[in-house]
């Protein structure tokens, strides 16, 4: 019997970002794989576990939410899954299919964030500074366009 150090949840269930996930996944990588919703792409656990399906949704913590998977175990045989859900903290590495534009998904995710929000940042009064470098970054990209 061997021990697995992950833990998988396979659930079917609404999963819909809010404007305030989608604002906050504006400062870290998860801006990145919201943008890769309907995207097939391969996701490495951290028990070296290697789960491939499609991206369904993706919160600001990187909890994934994956359709049509296969689960292949790094001991025993690949399973099938309709639905699993995955916990941003078990996650090692998400690939990037070659196909998929890193900065242009990062860029709609980004304005498509601030258009659901309304463009403002419901924290406080001020934005943090890890938003402030994630809006440059957007607005200087746009201008080297």
């Known amino acids: 019997s061997g021990c697995c150090c992950c ?18 996944g504006q400062g ?4 990145l794989f919201q943008g890769m919703e309907g995207v097939k792409t391969s996701v490495e656990l ?3 576990d290697v789960v491939t399906g499609t991206i369904t949704a993706v919160d600001s913590y ?19 899954l ?12 998400v690939h990037v299919p070659g196909h ?13 964030a601030e258009n659901i929000g309304g463009g403002k940042i419901k924290r406080g ?13 957007v607005l200087a990209a746009d201008g080297a366009s």
């Open 125 to 137: 009064k001020r934005m943090t500074a890890r938003e402030k470098r994630a809006r440059e970054a």
């Open 100 to 112: 998929v534009d890193v900065r242009e998904t990062i860029q709609e995710s980004i304005v498509n």
């Open 62 to 80: 990187m909890n994934m939410y994956l359709t049509d998977v296969e689960m292949c175990p790094h001991l025993g045989k690949t399973k099938h």
């Open 46 to 48: 951290r028990n070296e």
């Open 82 to 93: 309709d639905v699993m859900y995955v916990l941003g903290k078990f996650i090692r590495y």
């Open 28 to 31: 870290n990588l998860s801006c």
């Open 7 to 24: 833990i998988l949840l396979i659930i079917k269930m609404d999963f819909r970002n809010s404007s305030k996930d989608l604002l906050m």
